[in-house]
């Protein structure tokens, strides 16, 4: 099963969020950093949410 991890990077103390994965690997990063542990929360909270229904653009 994937899952969400929550943290706070150590170079510019924003709360970050990626997915993981059940074999351990990086397989979704948000973009961007939040100032607070819940804004991080939110930015899962909408992924696990949209993604579900989200539409693949083919690119190539």
Do not use: C, H, P
């Amino acid at each position: 099963m994937a899952t969400f991890e929550l943290y706070q990077s150590t170079t510019d103390k924003q709360y970050r969020w990626r997915m993981k994965s059940a074999n351990g690997q990086i397989i979704a990063v948000g973009g961007e950093g939040y100032t607070t542990k819940a804004g991080a929360q939110n930015g899962i909270d909408a992924v696990k949410r949209d993604a579900a229904s989200a539409a693949v653009k083919d690119l190539v």
